[in-house]
């Protein structure tokens, strides 16, 4: 019989974080070490501004982690969504990455609460509002 559980959760998980953070301050390294006009040049193929993508790779890979669970609590399908409107989901990823309310929004979708409130800080509400009728929960 073999063990499936890690002996050291704790110790993993500090790990992995660790792990993570390594990677993003080489990817933050790597940035700064890329010449002006190549970064421009990818900026640009993304349809935003250096500082916006900047601002963006600073955030690390999990700032919008937030978007696909506020999608459920507010009943919008988001493979649906990529496969019909990929750049509006790209669009709302931009803005869900840059976003100054996570604390609140981590709240509200924990607690259960997102569709009641979330018209009074996100920053996609007018976006998740046009798109159409939700599922209520």
Same mark, same amino acid.
């Given at each position: !019989? ?11 998980? $500090?790990?992995? #974080? ?13 940035? /700064?070490?890329?010449?002006? @006009?190549?970064?421009?040049? #990818?900026?640009? %193929? =993304?349809? !935003? ?5 900047? @601002? =963006? ?8 982690? %937030?978007?696909?669970? !506020?999608?459920?609590? =507010? ?5 649906? =969504?990529? /496969?019909?409107?990929?750049? $509006?989901? /790209?669009? !709302? %990823?931009?803005? &869900?990455?840059? &976003?100054?309310?996570?604390?609140? &929004? ?9 569709? @009641?409130?979330?018209?009074?800080? &996100?920053?996609? @509400?007018?976006? #998740? ?5 939700? $599922?209520?929960?």
């Amino acid at each position: !019989m073999t063990v499936q559980e890690k002996p050291y959760p704790v110790v993993s998980l $500090v790990v992995d #974080i660790f792990g993570e953070w390594l990677k993003h301050r080489r990817e933050l390294r790597e940035m /700064r070490e890329m010449d002006a @006009a190549n970064f421009g040049q #990818i900026a640009s %193929e =993304l349809r !935003m501004s250096s500082a916006e993508l900047e @601002a =963006l790779v600073r955030q690390g890979p999990h700032a919008a982690d %937030e978007l696909p669970k !506020m999608l459920t609590a =507010l009943g919008v399908d988001q493979q649906d =969504l990529a /496969r019909t409107e990929p750049l $509006v989901l /790209r669009d !709302m %990823e931009r803005v &869900c990455s840059l &976003c100054n309310h996570k604390r609140q &929004c981590d709240r509200d979708l924990a607690a259960g609460t997102s569709a @009641a409130h979330y018209q009074e800080y &996100c920053g996609n @509400a007018d976006t #998740i509002d046009g798109l159409g009728p939700r $599922v209520s929960s």
